[in-house]
């Protein structure tokens, strides 16, 4: 007998999909399951299911005083199963995080900030001594199940005057832990952007790829992506949305697909501001951004389901398939208007509209 069989649930395609969980765990995912369960939730044909949803850029961190929330209300509470802190947190202060971490529903997971306090100060990569690998490569070995990648933010008002070395000193740290996933943050000059993306290699992720910089993808002049962006997407560089206050913009998002360039993977770089106050608001209204600029729901619910957790090694969550997380979204999909805003204050007006219904966490049903 199963814990729970999902029943009549439909696919973002339109196909039918049924699915079966025992202790935590997809035990099947088919068009039609015929056995009995402890629990019966049936969708009756109106709803559409997917692998819960990851939003693999967020700040839940309670404890800090600039950049925090609380995983449950950037989580569960929107849709979301799996959230992955991008850096708020370093060597020093992860362990703590960790332990909070341990009292909430939502997956979480932790990118560990090359600095070792995190983000305590904006400027937290201008004092290279808070740069210290053998703490790092401590609380990598202390807390694998937790940390799944570093995190090091590019930016002027972050590295201070010393440019690009803190990105040399991370892929120097990434490279003598097994090339763990490195995320890179990016905004104002120095460094330039290309000196950022000459030292990143396939599969690292370029966070705030949209945003609306002098510094960013787009060249101002000839409104064109330049050609080193293009060069490093096409080397396999992940290009990620990380909306957050001041990173993403509908024109830039727009240009770059006309040139053949998506966002590999859709997040929010959410925190209790953006969220609270917007633009931001959470990862449902991020994709319905996405959708406007002119993409698919299908290959939307792609980069947050299975995207993220390809490259950052989350073996068991992303899809429904057999002996998979039972980490599901329900949702629907309606016709109606929303106005969106960027971050630079631009607006589109949405059509459609993607609103979760229940999330699902190791088989636990939460309502949204």
Known sequence: MFDLLIKNGKLISGEKIEVAVKD??????????????KEILDLEGKHYLSAGWIDDHVHCYEKMTLYY??????????????????????????????????A????????VNISKWGIVEQDELADLTKIQADLVRNRLTELPQFIVGIKARMSKTVVG??????????????QKNQNLPLMIHIGSAPPE?????????????????????????LDRE????????????????????????DSFNF??????LKEGIKATSISTDIYHRNRENGPVYDLATTMEKLRVVGYSWEEI?????VVPAKYFYLEKKGQLVKGYDADLTIFDLEVGEKTLTDSNGFTRTAKELIKPVKTIIGGTIYDN
């Open 24 to 37: 935590g765990v997809i035990l099947a995912a088919e068009t039609e399951i015929e056995s009995s369960a």
């Open 69 to 102: 929330d609380y995983p449950d209300e950037i989580g569960v509470t929107k849709g979301v199963t799996t959230v992955i802190d991008a850096g708020t947190t370093g060597a020093e202060n992860i362990g703590d995080f960790y332990e909070l971490t341990k």
């Open 104 to 111: 909430v529903k939502t997956n979480v997971y932790a990118l």
């Open 161 to 174: 005057e010393n440019g690009i070395t803190p990105l040399e000193l991370a892929k120097d740290i990434q």
């Open 193 to 217: 952007l290309q000196e950022v993306l000459e030292l990143l290699d396939e599969g690292d992720v370029l966070t705030h790829c949209f945003n609306g910089k002098p510094n960013g993808i």
């Open 222 to 245: 000839t409104d064109q992506i330049k050609d080193f962006a293009k060069a490093a997407y096409e080397k396999g560089i992940v290009f990620d949305i990380g909306h957050g206050t």
């Open 251 to 256: 024109h830039v998002a727009e240009r770059a």
């Open 301 to 305: 619910l792609d980069k947050v389901t």
